[in-house]
């Protein structure tokens, strides 16, 4: 299973991309996540990336196509995965085309997880995030048992720098540039639009039997 998830900042990308993971066991490559990661550990990768995360800008194409060509590679993703962030401009979607048909793995769906602008600066600013193993939570819509700690492993929760509010309007504005991207697939036949704005378990229960009826 090859599928990617599109959708403005906070639409809930990384919720359902973690529960398509889990749920159909293949891996879950955020390339938001990956820089976050480089970034965290210091490596040449993280300090090149930095400057653009921090303020909300998109990395540069060709960096960004790199990270993932290198990602899809591995042999994990050699049956299947859920693409989450990636790709967000047009000469990346080429790209993917060109790799995946270079690796023979079609994508089968574009996930576009629709929600209203209006809901989004309250989803980022209230999110947080598991230091030692990424899972996301909302102060509001989506607490954890215990305030401040993860519920899967206990880790100590963080809220993300972009997630101020002078970041998250840059990010809102960079999106022009991924918005081209739902035309491209709605021409290739695979867009599925998900209405996004309701209960997480809601929206992942659409997004599971459109994969599982897709399967059989
Ligand atoms: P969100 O959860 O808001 O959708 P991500 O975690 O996917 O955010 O991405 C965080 C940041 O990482 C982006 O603002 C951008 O700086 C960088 N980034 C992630 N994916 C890409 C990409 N495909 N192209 C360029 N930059 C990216
Ligand atoms: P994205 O990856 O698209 O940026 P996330 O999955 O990280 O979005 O979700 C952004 C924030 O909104 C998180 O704090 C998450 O807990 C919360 N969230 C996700 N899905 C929903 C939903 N359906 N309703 C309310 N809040 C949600
Ligand atoms: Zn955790």
Redesign the pocket.
């Known amino acids: 299973m090859q599928v990617i998830m599109l959708g403005l ?2 639409a809930g ?2 919720t359902q991309a973690t529960r398509i993971a889990e749920a159909f066991h293949v891996p879950h490559i ?4 990956m ?1 976050r990661a480089a970034i965290g550990a210091g490596t040449p990768l993280g300090l090149e990336v930095k400057g ?2 921090d303020a ?4 540069p194409d060709s960096l ?1 196509i790199q990270v993932v060509k290198e990602r899809l590679g591995q042999s994990d993703a050699r049956t299947g995965f859920v693409l ?6 047009l000469p ?1 979607a080429e790209a993917l085309e060109d790799l995946l048909r270079e690796l023979d793995l079609p994508l089968q769906y574009a996930l576009y997880i629709h929600v209203p602008r209006t809901v989004l600066m309250a989803r980022l600013t209230g999110r947080r995030l598991c230091r030692n193993c990424g899972a996301t939570y909302h102060i509001v819509f989506q607490p954890p048992k215990h305030e401040g700690r993860c519920d899967r492993c206990g880790g100590p929760l963080y809220q993300r720098s ?1 997630d101020s509010e002078e970041a998250v309007k840059t ?1 809102l504005e960079q999106y022009a540039q991924t918005e081209p991207l739902v035309e491209f697939y709605r021409k290739r036949g695979i867009l599925r639009q998900i209405d996004g704005e309701r209960a997480p378990e809601a929206v992942y229960a659409d997004i599971e039997s459109l994969l599982t009826a897709s399967r059989s």
């Open positions: 900042p906070g990308k990384g955020s390339t938001g996540d820089f653009y995360l909300g800008r998109l990395v960004t989450d962030g990636f790709p967000r401009t990346q972009d990010r």
